[in-house]
C-alpha cells in the first residue's frame, strides 16, 4: 500500500516518456517522476549550423601567393672576415685611437684592424656583396610572372628571390615602385605560365564581409588567416592618399605585400601595416584597397613609375568651426592654407582662405578626399574647381602640373622667426596679447591666456597671425574691425590664419563680447 495524499497509482495510468541520450524517463499522468527504463531508442543528434569553410578558396588561390625575399648590397672586408663590429652606432675605425677596443682589435682582430688611423679605409674595403634584408609576401597578377608587393618590402634592395608555395625558387626584377602607396611591381622570367589572381571591384566590399588573408609571416611560408571588413575609410596617417581597408584578422609581419580576399577568390586589399601596441599581432590590419593598387600596378607595368596630377596647394580640413567661421552650411572641403609658389593652383588665381569644394562638379569632402582625386587625374589635365570665397562660391579653371616633376617645387620653405614685438596691446575677448610684426607682415602674439580657447586650438606665444576671416592685419584695431563685422553678419567664430615655424594653418576662434 501506498500511504500518500495522491493515493495508490492504478496499472491503467497513462505514462508519458521523454527520450534523452538513450534513456526513456517514464512520468505518471500525476507529474511524479516514475522508474527509469531502458530505451532502444538512437541517441540525439544535434544539426549544427553549417560553418563557412575557406578551404577552396585557399586550395585555388595558394599557387599564386608567393614569399618575396630580398637582399642589399654590403661592403665585404677584403680578409673575408666574418666578424663585424658596432658600438652605439659606431665602427670600428669611429672609435678614438687610445681607446681600449681599438688597440685590442688592433693587435688580435687582423689585418683590417691593423692599419694605421692613416690609412684609406677603400682600400682595406673588399668587393661589395649581398645579404638578406627582408621577407614579404606577395602574389601574381598575370600568367606571364608579373606580381604586386610592398614597396616597403622591396625598398633598398638590389636582387630579389620569389619562392612559389611548392618551394620553388626564381628570380626576379623590380619593374617599379611607388611609395606614396606603399606598392610595387616584380616580374619573374621563367618558361612556365603562372596562376594568377585579379582584383575584386572593392566598391561591393562590405563591412561584415568575410576576408581570407594568405602570406608568409615570419617567414614560415604559405599560411591563410581569416576574419571580417571592420572598417573603411581608414586614415593611419601614412601618406596623403590614406584610405584603407580595416581587417580584423591575425595579419602579422611578413604579411606585407599579400593578398586579402574574398569568398570568391578575387583580391579585395594588399596587407601593408598592422595596429600593434606591442610589436605583435592584436587582429587589427590595414589592407591598400583594390582599386587604389589596380590603378597604381597598371601605372607600373606600363612604364615603371607612376605620375599624378598636381594642384600645389597647402590645405587642412574643414572642422564645425571653421566652417561657421566661413559662412559654410556644411563643414566639408579643403579649406587653402597656402598655394605654392608658381604652382597650377596659384596661377589659376585659388588663395590662402579658399575653401575648395567641388572638382569637376564632384563634392570634396574633406582634405585627403581632394588630395586622392588630384592625384588620380594625368598631368595637363584640365579642371574645373570650385571654391567658397567671401561668402559665395565661384569656378576656377586649372591646368594641372606634374606631381612627380614638381616634387623640389612643392617643399616647404623656412619662416622666418618673428622678430620681437614693439607695442602690445591685449584683445581681452581672444585671451591673446598682439604686438604689430617688425616686417609689417601681421601681428606677433605676445602671450596667450592658459585658461583661454585660443590656448585650446593650439594658438601660442611667438606665433604670428597673418589674417582674419582672409583680411590682412597688421594692428590690433585691424583684427577687432574685422571681428565686429563678422558678429554683424551674425557669425560667432572669426577664421585666424596663423604662422609659426611649423608654417601656416587655420583656427577658428569665438568673437563674443566678453
Known amino acids: 500500500m501506498l500511504n500518500s495524499k495522491f493515493g495508490r497509482p492504478s496499472l491503467k495510468t497513462v505514462l508519458k516518456t521523454s527520450t534523452v541520450a538513450g534513456l526513456t524517463a517514464v512520468m505518471l499522468s500525476t507529474g511524479v517522476p516514475g522508474q527509469v527504463i531502458e530505451s532502444f531508442a538512437d541517441p540525439v543528434k544535434v544539426q549544427a549550423p553549417q560553418a563557412p569553410s575557406f578551404a577552396d578558396v585557399v586550395s585555388a588561390v595558394s599557387p599564386a601567393v608567393v614569399s618575396v625575399r630580398v637582399q642589399s648590397e654590403t661592403q665585404a672586408a677584403s680578409d673575408n672576415s666574418n666578424f663585424s663590429f658596432n658600438f652605439g652606432g659606431q665602427g670600428f675605425e669611429d672609435l678614438p685611437d687610445d681607446h681600449p677596443l681599438k688597440r685590442f682589435f688592433r693587435d688580435f682582430g687582423g689585418p683590417q684592424f691593423r692599419d694605421g688611423p692613416d690609412s684609406d679605409r677603400s682600400e682595406r674595403n673588399g668587393p661589395r656583396r649581398l645579404r638578406p634584408t627582408s621577407q614579404g609576401s606577395g602574389f601574381f597578377i598575370s600568367e606571364d610572372g608579373y606580381l604586386v608587393t610592398n614597396n616597403h618590402v622591396i625598398a633598398d634592395g638590389a636582387a630579389y628571390t620569389v619562392v612559389l608555395d611548392d618551394g620553388t625558387e626564381l628570380d626576379a626584377k623590380l619593374i617599379g615602385s611607388d ?302 574691425k574685422v571681428i565686429e563685422q563678422a558678429r554683424n553678419d551674425g557669425r560667432s567664430r572669426a577664421l585666424f590664419q596663423v604662422e609659426s615655424d611649423r608654417g601656416s594653418r587655420f583656427i577658428a576662434l569665438p568673437i563674443n563680447e566678453g
Do not use: C, H
Open 179 to 480: 611609395s606614396r602607396t606603399d606598392l610595387a611591381v616584380l616580374k619573374v622570367d621563367a618558361n612556365r605560365e603562372f596562376t594568377y589572381v585579379n582584383f575584386a571591384d572593392d566598391t561591393k566590399v562590405r563591412v561584415g564581409d568575410w576576408v581570407v588573408a594568405v602570406g608568409n609571416p615570419f617567414g614560415l611560408g604559405g599560411s591563410v588567416t581569416a576574419g571580417i571588413i571592420s572598417a573603411r575609410g581608414r586614415d593611419i596617417g601614412s601618406g596623403p592618399y590614406d584610405d584603407y581597408i580595416q581587417i580584423d584578422a591575425a595579419v602579422n609581419r611578413g604579411n606585407s605585400g599579400g593578398p586579402a580576399f574574398n569568398l570568391e577568390g578575387e583580391v579585395i586589399g594588399i596587407n601593408t601595416a598592422i595596429f600593434s601596441p606591442s610589436g605583435g599581432n592584436v587582429g587589427i590590419a590595414f589592407a591598400i584597397p583594390a582599386s587604389v593598387a589596380r590603378d597604381v600596378v597598371t601605372e607600373l607595368m606600363k612604364d615603371g613609375k607612376v605620375e599624378r596630377g598636381w594642384l600645389g596647394v597647402q590645405i587642412q580640413p574643414v572642422n564645425k568651426d571653421i566652417a561657421e567661421s566661413l559662412g559654410l552650411s556644411e563643414a566639408q572641403g579643403a579649406l587653402v592654407v597656402a598655394p605654392q609658389e608658381g604652382s597650377p593652383g596659384q596661377k589659376a588665381g585659388i588663395k590662402e582662405g579658399d575653401v575648395i569644394t567641388a572638382l569637376n562638379g564632384d563634392p570634396i569632402k574633406d582634405a585627403r578626399d581632394l588630395a586622392r582625386k588630384v592625384a588620380a587625374m594625368n598631368p595637363n589635365a584640365k579642371v574645373d574647381i570650385a571654391i567658397w570665397r567671401d561668402g559665395k562660391s565661384q569656378n576656377l579653371e586649372v591646368t594641372l602640373g606634374n606631381l612627380a616633376s614638381e616634387q623640389s617645387a612643392s617643399a616647404d620653405t623656412e619662416t622666418p622667426e618673428a622678430p620681437a614685438p614693439s607695442t602690445e596691446q591685449a584683445l581681452a575677448s581672444l585671451g591673446i596679447t598682439v604686438a604689430p610684426a617688425e616686417d609689417g607682415a601681421g601681428l606677433s602674439v605676445v602671450e596667450v591666456d592658459p585658461e583661454s580657447e585660443a590656448a585650446g586650438r593650439g594658438l601660442r606665444a611667438g606665433e604670428k597671425i597673418v589674417s582674419v576671416n582672409n583680411q590682412s592685419v597688421k594692428t590690433a584695431a585691424d583684427i577687432e
